[in-house]
């Protein structure tokens, strides 16, 4: 079925490297893809979003890549830093409502 | 502060009762969502509504139900009829205009004995 998915459920750096989480999606329909980060015992908090007719956006010391002809999504992380630790949520919305579809995560730790 | 506010943050019920979790936000926000999350997964849609007196079923609405009385609350019965009712339930809401920016509350850990 339809599902937004992760390659790697677990990803461990150095602090001060670079991290890149991914994520793979089924359906070509979705118009955005979102990412969330949530620590240890919180609810997610949102960190940035693309639209689906691009292929690139930066934010705070995040980028997100789309490419759509593979269907993968990617949120890379300049400069880890412990605070960064958490897990990772990619997420899509296929209709003009706000109903998320989320994946199943990526625990990120970052090693001082 | 604004934000949003779940109560209690552990919950503990015996199986066959109902339970009410409490959501409410002051973002003076239309939408409101229910997700549920079990350990090493991500989160499932409940319920949501986009605005007072209205609700959709999402993923998973099965033995739970919702109301949507006032703009601010969204509280949601966990029902006998929940086959699986322990997790870890989130309620989150947005704004109109910015449907991909959620705002989570801190969720009620349920447990039922």
């Known amino acids: 079925g339809e599902s937004v998915g992760l390659h790697l459920p677990t990803l461990s750096v150095q602090e001060g490297d670079n991290s890149i989480i991914n994520c793979a999606y089924s359906n070509s329909a979705s118009d955005y893809f979102i990412w969330y980060k949530q620590e240890s015992g919180k609810g997610p908090q949102f960190i940035i979003d693309?639209?689906?007719?691009?292929d690139k956006r930066q934010g705070q010391r995040v980028t997100v890549l789309l490419n759509k002809t593979v269907k993968h999504l990617s949120l890379q992380i300049a400069a880890t830093q412990p605070g960064d630790s958490a897990v990772y949520f990619c997420?899509?919305?296929?209709?003009?409502?706000?109903?998320?579809?989320f994946g199943q995560g990526t625990i990120l730790t970052v090693h001082p | 502060d604004g934000g949003i506010t779940q109560s209690p943050k552990y919950l503990f019920r015996k199986e066959g009762q109902n339970v009410t979790l409490s959501c409410e936000q002051n973002l003076n926000h239309d939408a409101m969502y229910w997700y549920r999350q079990d350990p090493g997964q991500g989160l499932r849609l409940i319920y949501y509504?986009?605005?007072?007196?209205?609700?959709q079923k999402g993923d998973i609405a099965e033995g739970y139900s919702v109301s949507r009385e006032k703009k601010e609350s969204f509280p949601l019965t966990v029902t006998s009829a929940q086959k699986n009712p322990t997790a870890f339930y989130l309620c989150?809401?947005?704004?109109?205009?910015?449907?991909?920016?959620?705002?989570f509350g801190p969720g009620t850990r349920l447990t039922v004995l």
């Open positions: 509504s986009q605005i007072v007196n209205d609700f």
């Open positions: 997420a899509e919305r296929r209709t003009s409502y706000g109903k998320l579809t």
């Open positions: 693309i639209r689906s007719n691009m």
């Open positions: 989150a809401s947005s704004a109109k205009s910015s449907y991909n920016e959620q705002f």
